[in-house]
């Protein structure tokens, strides 16, 4: 009953303010982390679960407004879009840190929590429910059972609480974030986002142009492409960019003198008797063949991948070492900060491709021998969600827009999800656009000093000469 009483207010509510063509503001409330000053603000509007039917259900997108230590400054805002899909952005550890971030020198920082996530309506989570079938023993067949019966039990738990997964996608998001603009009433706004924080800013570029100053994407995630499909492509190529640096470093050939036979070999005892080590003293986790390969393709999201890979690979094979504690420890710290309801219900809206049937990514798994088993939890994950609702975004408009304004892409020439080649496609429809390819290990690392100063700069004169010698830019 409550929970009608609340959804009845908030309509009328929305009705009153769709009246008046303005988005509806309501007080935030779950921030008792969020300091009391007069540089943060915070606050929420309601927006449609879906926005072609404005009339219909309302759910919360929350925000925080980091002001500018130079309270005079003209400089426009700069709005960050968080990774994922899932990421959420307001945390106490993210407003710390961007507190003391030089971008906030001369201009506003807003953050948000897309719809789904964190402190906007939040979708029912299955991150750790996920990892905990990641720990478990189970081969792919049974990977994949867990994995269905997971889904099964969270689209109920959508169901019970009048949530449709089918609305949580990129083009609502971006609406939203349309709404956003229009309540916070800046005259225009710079972008920045990090992996699939660069579709969503890139779909908002597309759909609300007039409002954007420029636009800093950095780890570019396309809206076209395939969620499975795409990351065997990717993890290939990075792991075969380690193997050839390796095979060309003299420190790293001395000291890994055969690791790409290595890499199978670990493989292949995986196989025939998975590791089972304890984290956090209490967590126990076994490591089959296709764990082993999941979590190394997790290690290369680092920016040290290039010397780290080659000690995982090292340390599988052999059955002990620390980093296998690292790894397995970032991998749960990340299941902490990662929506994984919100992920599956955006992927499989516009990066599942219906066609790709169990048996045509058999077949696919054939281009890539440096996978020799399926890819643990994506794979199941995949065949599994195929089912987790029935929005499908068409094809042919898994596209973005041809767009002229100013856009800076950073994309690192070993990253494992987010390759080089996704940069130059995204280029295609960009003429105004820069692609910066950095000669960088990791998922969007590097020099954090160096990108932040020509992000500034950017972000200052788009259509200037921008002065990147800091950087470690790859030239082929």
């Known amino acids: ?45 309601l927006v449609p679960e879906n926005h072609d039917e404005p009339d219909g259900k309302q759910i919360q997108i929350t925000y925080i407004i980091l002001k500018a230590k130079d309270s005079i400054s003209a400089a426009f805002p700069m709005i960050f879009f968080s990774g994922g899909p899932g990421g ?25 929590d897309q719809r789904g996530i964190g402190y906007s309506s939040a979708l029912p989570d299955m991150s750790f429910d996920a990892f905990d079938i990641m720990a478990k023993d189970a081969d792919e067949e049974e990977e994949l059972v867990l994995m269905t019966d997971l889904i099964f039990k969270y689209k109920k738990k959508c169901e019970a609480q009048d949530i449709n997964p089918g609305y949580y996608n990129s083009i609502q998001n971006a609406k939203d974030v349309g709404m956003l603009f229009k309540h916070l009433d800046y005259e225009k706004y710079n972008l920045f986002g990090g992996s699939y924080g660069t579709r969503i800013a890139r779909v908002v570029q597309d759909m609300f142009p007039n409002y954007i100053h420029s636009s800093v994407l950095d780890s570019p995630s396309p809206l076209s492409g395939d969620f499975l499909l795409n990351r065997l492509d990717s993890y290939s190529l990075a792991l075969g960019r380690i193997f050839e640096y390796c095979e060309n470093d003299p420190d790293c050939k001395k000291q890994y003198p055969m690791l790409k036979e290595d890499y199978f070999e670990a493989i292949s005892i995986l196989e025939q008797k998975p590791l089972t080590v304890t984290m956090n003293d209490s967590i126990n986790v076994t490591i089959n063949a296709q764990d082993g390969v999941y979590l190394l393709r997790r290690l290369l999201y680092q920016s040290n991948s290039r010397e780290k890979a080659p000690e995982l690979i090292k340390a599988l094979k052999e059955g002990s070492g620390e980093v296998i504690n690292e790894v397995l420890q970032f991998e749960y710290e990340l299941t902490g900060g990662l929506n994984l309801t919100m992920l599956l219900s955006v992927e499989k809206f516009e990066n599942f491709n219906p066609a790709n049937t169990a048996e045509v990514i058999l077949e696919d798994y054939k281009k890539y021998p440096l996978i020799p088993v399926k890819l643990g939890f994506f794979d199941a994950f995949y065949i599994a969600g195929k089912k987790w609702h029935t929005n499908n975004l068409p094809l042919e408009e898994r596209k973005f827009q041809d767009s002229d304004v ?71």
């Open 406 to 476: 100013p856009t800076l892409v950073f994309v690192n020439r070993f990253d494992p999800v987010t390759p080089p080649k996704n940069g130059v496609l995204f280029m295609e429809n960009l003429s105004k656009g820069k692609l910066l390819i950095l000669d960088e290990g990791g998922h969007g690392g590097g020099n954090r000093e160096c990108k932040n100063q020509v992000m500034i700069d950017f972000m200052n004169n788009p259509n200037g000469q921008l002065n990147t010698s800091c950087l470690n830019i790859y030239l082929e």
């Open 1 to 45: 009953m409550r929970k009608i009483i609340l959804y009845l207010s908030l309509f009328l509510i929305a009705l009153v303010c769709k009246a008046q063509n303005e988005p509806v503001f309501i007080n935030p409330s779950g921030l008792d982390w969020l300091p009391e000053r007069e540089d943060v603000q915070a606050g929420a509007i």
């Open 88 to 112: 959420n952005s307001l945390s106490q550890g993210m407003v710390g840190f961007l507190l003391d971030h030089p971008m906030r020198n001369e201009r506003d920082i807003i953050l948000f």
